[in-house]
Each structure stands twice: as C-alpha cells, then as structure tokens.
DNA sequence: CCTCCATCCTGTGGGC
DNA sequence: TGCCCACAGGATGGAG
C-alpha cells in the first residue's frame, strides 16, 4: 500500500523522534521482519547503542543514517505501519519490531500481512540489496535519461513505472495518475511512447507525488495506510482514476475503465488517455 | 538483459 | 446476518 507520498508523511513524521537519537533498546519480534539480513538477530546486535544521525528516503525505502558505516533501513511493504509510542502504552497485534530511544520514546513496526522488513545493512550489503533507480520525488531523471532506459521495451509503460530500477517511488495507485495526468494509456509499450508523451509523463510525475505527500499520502481501506499519528492519507479524494472503474472521469465524464496489467488492477480514461 | 508469473501473508469488503 | 472468496498500495526470484 505505501508508496513513495505515505512513506515520505511516515519518514517526516518519524525523524524529530529518531534524528541525533540514540538507540538503546531494539527488538525483532517476528523473524520474518528481520529476514532481509543473513540472520534477524543481526538486525537487534546491529542497531543496538547506534546513533540515528538522519532519516532519508530513497524510492519506497526508509534509511536510518547511523554513526557508524551502517545504514538502518525500512520498507513497509503492503501493510507496514509505525506507532510512536511510550514503552507503557498497549501493544496492539502484529507488532513485528520495536526500537526504543534516549529519549524515552518508543517505535514500533505493526505489519500484519509481513511484506514490510527491518534490516541494518553494511555499505555492501545496502548496494547489494536495494537496486533503486534515481528517486521520483526529490531526483528525477531528465527526460533523456528517462527515453533511454525506455527505449526499446517492449512491456506496457505501467508496469516500467512501477519498475523501481528505472525510477524509485511509484506504486500502483501514483502510476494510475500519473498516466492520466500525461494523458497516456497503461497498455502502452514503453519504447513507442513519442518524445512528446515521453516529456508529458515525465512532467507528470512530480506534482502528482507532491499533491499526494501534502495530502499525507493515500488511505484506500480501513485497514489501509496509517501515519505515525495514526491518522489516515486525504489524497483518496483526490484520485482521478485509481479505484474509480466505472465512475465518470473527473474530466470528461467517460466511464473509467479498468483491466489488469502486469497482475496489478489499471486505471484508466479510455477518452483523456490515448 | 527482458518479460511474465508465482510467491510470500492477513484482513476486508462485496456478492450471494 | 453469515459465509466465501477475490483482491489488496510491494518486491523478488526463477523460468523461458
């Protein structure tokens, strides 16, 4: 469920907790969360005493900036979340990973359907693990750069999108927009896009993730995205297309269509995108 | 290298 | 109301 906008509102909402803080307690409750590292245990050894001196984000990844060499990273997968919480507080299922600081404060990872994962990585390890293009949001490619790596595929531009070597951050429902937005359809081939459509869906792509971070991301469920706060992401309102099979597109009034590309559910104008 | 597909999980929402 | 099942915002590894 988290792309790029709910894992940015989830790392601006954990970093006044976690920068130039100390970790002094950690935990990994449920090896799975742990299993991106050779052992989960080392995640615990590992993050243990370490000073947090930035949280960053690159893509879909969150990237705890330790003193030593080491990099502290999150992914949320589909159903991650985290509670900034005081150690006393209840604890409510699915809590996969704690982290307690200096500060007295606690961080904890629920993550019910376990996609999401802790891990703390060397510098090796950190290049041998997250193969990520150029983030979308704060290092977009120029146009050329992003031509060249579409040039000659031959798979629809909606799953390239969501092809996080090419470009770091989009997720099922942006990329949705983000066609619309360039008035191109999901079914197209990747190398036939035309310099112009190329340029469109490029432009795209930042006002879209902007629009979605200032909204604090997108809530589709009840069980869907929750920040720290525990609040819910506004920009469901907002979506043109994702989610609205059938509806009257917000711009022309024709139905929404829907089809599945790549296993993933599209969405998509049949009149605003050609 | 590219494309397609299965897989890892639990919760829920819609249809009957 | 209850039951069942298709489906869910992601990433990866393997087959062809």
Not at 10 to 22: D, G, I, S
Not at 99 to 115: C, K, L, M, Q
């Amino acid at each position: 469920m988290p792309e790029l906008p709910e894992v940015e509102t989830t790392r601006r909402l954990l970093a006044p907790y976690l920068e130039e803080r100390r970790i002094v307690e950690a935990e990994i409750r449920h090896p799975r969360t742990g299993r991106r590292n050779e052992n989960p245990q080392d995640v615990v050894d590992r993050l243990k005493g370490q000073l947090v001196h930035r949280l960053d984000r690159h893509g879909k990844f969150i990237l705890g900036r330790l003193e030593s060499e080491l990099t502290w990273v999150m992914h949320l997968g589909m159903s991650g979340r985290f509670l900034i919480v005081s150690p006393e507080d209840q604890e409510i299922a699915h809590t996969h990973f704690i982290a307690r600081t200096d500060r007295g404060d606690e961080i904890r990872f629920i993550d019910p359907r376990t996609f999401g994962f802790i891990a703390v990585f060397t510098p090796d390890e950190l290049e041998a693990e997250l193969r990520l293009g150029r983030d979308a949001f704060i290092d977009l490619p120029r146009t050329p750069q992003l031509a060249a790596r579409l040039n000659g595929r031959k798979a629809p531009i909606k799953s390239l999108l969501l092809d996080q070597r090419i470009v770091a951050g989009l997720g099922n429902i942006y990329a949705d927009e983000v066609l619309f937005r360039a008035g191109v359809r999901p079914t197209r081939r990747g190398g036939d896009l035309s310099g112009q459509e190329m340029t469109k869906v490029r432009k795209a792509i930042g006002p879209i993730l902007k629009a979605g971070i200032a909204a604090g991301g997108t809530s589709l469920s009840k069980s869907g995205y929750r920040s720290p706060e525990g609040r819910s992401g506004e920009y469901r309102r907002k979506l043109f297309v994702y989610g609205r099979e059938g509806d009257p597109c917000r711009r022309c009034g024709t139905p929404i269509e829907r089809l599945v590309i790549g296993g993933r559910s599209s969405f998509y104008c049949p009149d605003c995108q050609v």
